[in-house]
């Protein structure tokens, strides 16, 4: 097999409880990269379309994941790489995830699978500090094993997969106004008071459970964040508006996705997910704000190869 063609999708890290530790995979949102090997013992990415970004291997999240995979695999194998953005840089879905959790996955299987996609993620994340400054997995995560990840710990790595209930759908609003991860992450409060890691840890605990039993109601009742919600919000116009139209129409919850400025409601079932769906669009096209909105059930399987 001399080139592979994938579907990189888009993911929803934090989950308002799990700042920096738990992220999901979409099904219907995300890129689509094709990964060719060459002769010339280079990494390069030959196109890039849908997006302004950097085609400098260096520069971009996709070429420093590819570096960092095959440094580790002593290959002096080169690969073009073609990507087709449909996920708009610095929306907070995991757009640079997409890019760095596909090429080494893509890679990987062209050059005979040595590692599972578990041993991938460290190289994923090596695009991800060239994106934010922060090799952080609650994306890239998701997006290589599907379904829901938590990142137990860092250092040692050890990422736990969850499970995904069935009638789960995710309603995605990112407003095109962008927001760096890098200035996101800037205004976040280094300390946090023991009243409130409480509450976030029992949070999270909960989230978790919930996703074991399908307890959906425990799974809406543990999406809450008074750690970085109530800072980063500010940041997302009418974001207290739209919690409001999301769980008038019967959302779980409503939170920010990742550094923003994206916003996700997670609802129970395809008909509650249109309604709020239909719901967020109205509230907000009557704002001054350009918008795509999503509908996705959660994709347990990740990365998928195109034929
Ligand atoms: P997101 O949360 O949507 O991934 P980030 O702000 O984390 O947004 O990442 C976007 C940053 O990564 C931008 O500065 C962008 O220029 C840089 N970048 C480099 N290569 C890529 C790529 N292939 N895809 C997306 N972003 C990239």
């Known amino acids: 097999m001399d080139e592979i063609r994938i579907f990189a999708p888009a993911t929803v890290a934090n989950l308002s409880c799990g700042f920096d ?8 949102v ?26 400098e291997t260096d520069q971009n999240v996709a070429g420093v994941a590819a570096k960092s995979l095959l440094g580790e695999l002593g290959s002096k194998q080169g690969f073009d790489i073609e990507i087709y953005k449909k996920i708009k840089a610095g929306s907070g879905i995991g757009s640079s995830a997409a890019s760095s959790a596909g090429v080494v996955f893509a890679i990987n299987k062209l050059v005979g699978e040595p590692f599972s996609p578990e041993q991938l993620i460290p190289f994923a994340m090596e ?7 922060n090799a952080h997995a609650d994306n890239v995560a998701p997006a290589l094993l599907g379904g829901f990840s938590l990142v137990k710990s860092y250092d040692p790595l050890e990422v736990i997969s969850l499970p995904s209930p069935a009638e789960l759908r ?15 992450r800037s205004i976040i409060k ?6 409130k890691a409480i509450s976030q ?14 307890d959906y109601a425990l799974l809406g009742r543990s999406l809450q964040d008074e750690v970085v919600e109530p800072i980063r919000s500010i940041l997302i116009p009418y974001f207290d508006d739209l919690k409001q139209v999301a769980m008038d129409k019967g959302a779980l919850g409503f939170g920010i996705s990742g550094s923003g400025p994206s916003v996700f409601a997670l609802c129970k079932g395809n008909d509650i997910a249109q309604n709020v769906k239909t719901a967020i669009n109205e509230f ?6 350009d918008f795509e909105l999503h509908l996705s059930e959660i994709n347990t399987e990740g990365i998928k190869i195109l034929e």
């Open 30 to 55: 995300g890129d689509e990269m094709l990964i060719k090997k060459n002769d010339l013992g280079e990494v390069r990415i030959t196109k890039l379309t849908g997006q302004d970004l950097p085609l």
């Open 21 to 28: 530790v738990l992220g999901c995979c979409l099904d219907t």
């Open 127 to 133: 695009g991800e500090r060239l994106a934010s400054g």
């Open 201 to 214: 840890w029992g949070n999270l605990g909960a989230f978790v459970s919930a996703l074991y039993t399908e």
């Open 170 to 184: 995710m309603v995605v609003l990112h407003p095109l106004i962008e927001i760096k991860t890098k200035d996101s």
């Open 190 to 195: 280094q300390n946090v008071s023991l009243k």
């Open 284 to 289: 907000y096209k009557a704002k001054a704000i």
